[in-house]
T-cell receptor, first 111, second 114 residues
Framework: QKEVEQNSGPLSVPEGAIASLNCTYS??????FFWYRQYSGKSPELIMF????GDKEDGRFTAQLNKASQYVSLLIRDSQPSDSATYLC???????????FGAGTRLFVKA | NAGVTQTPKFQVLKTGQSMTLQCAQD?????MYWYRQDPGMGLRLIYY???????DKGEVPNGYNVSRLNKREFSLRLESAAPSQTSVYFC?????????????FGPGTRLTVL
């Protein structure tokens, strides 16, 4: 079974702190990695994707990928209460049609 | 541009009843997907359609059937609903061009089977 594993949390951080969300994957054929944010009662929405080893920054978000360790992470700087949500990590083979999702990490940002 | 739409938003069924969940997209996606989401389980793929005219099983297809009616529409049918099918169902389309790998989700259908 090809899996994407995440700590379910909840992860609680104070407003203004850095939130660090982690994910591991088992399929070495995975080439594309995604972070989706899902607010309670809503559908997932993409916030970051990463294909290459290293860091990718977009505003307050940084995605990190280490293919040798099969590890993906998402850093949220200057966390805001509006960042409180469940974050889903996902992995996909390039050219494949299936995306495998982790169970998600719940993040709470305390004001 | 409505994106990905799903109907109904909520549904309550009795065990053994049948129903069809509808999904439509106006984003010109070739690929479409049906997922179910249960607490602590994340998104699990039920069926997908890589392109118009094709459908394939995902991780949890038992008890479901699908139809890719045309490029825009992908429906999910429960022939004989069971309480184990109580879940939130999401339809998604896979983007084209630079966002080829991104999936765009509909608002979801909350289904309860009594």
């Amino acid at each position: 079974q090809k899996e994407v594993e995440q700590n379910s949390g909840p992860l609680s951080v104070p407003e203004g702190a850095i939130a660090s969300l982690n994910c591991t994957y088992s399929d070495r054929g995975s080439q594309s990695f995604f972070w989706y944010r899902q607010y309670s009662g809503k559908s997932p929405e993409l916030i970051m994707f990463i294909y290459s080893n290293g860091d990718k920054e977009d505003g307050r978000f940084t995605a990190q990928l280490n293919k040798a360790s099969q590890y993906v992470s998402l850093l949220i700087r200057d966390s805001q209460p509006s960042d409180s949500a469940t974050y889903l990590c996902a992995a996909k083979n390039t050219g494949g049609f299936k995306t495998i999702f982790g169970a998600g990490t719940r993040l709470f940002v305390k004001a | 541009n409505a994106g990905v739409t799903q109907t109904p938003k909520f549904q309550v069924l009795k065990t053994g009843q049948s129903m069809t969940l509808q999904c439509a997209q106006d984003m010109n996606h070739n690929s479409m997907y049906w997922y179910r989401q249960d607490p602590g389980m994340g998104l699990r793929l039920i069926y997908y359609s890589a392109s118009e005219g094709t459908t394939d099983k995902g991780e949890v297809p038992n008890g479901y059937n699908v139809s890719r009616l045309n490029k825009r529409e992908f429906s999910l049918r429960l022939e004989s609903a069971a309480p184990s099918q109580t879940s939130v169902y999401f339809c998604a389309g896979q983007g084209a061009g630079s966002s080829y790998n991104e999936q765009f989700f509909g608002p979801g259908t909350r289904l309860t089977v009594l």
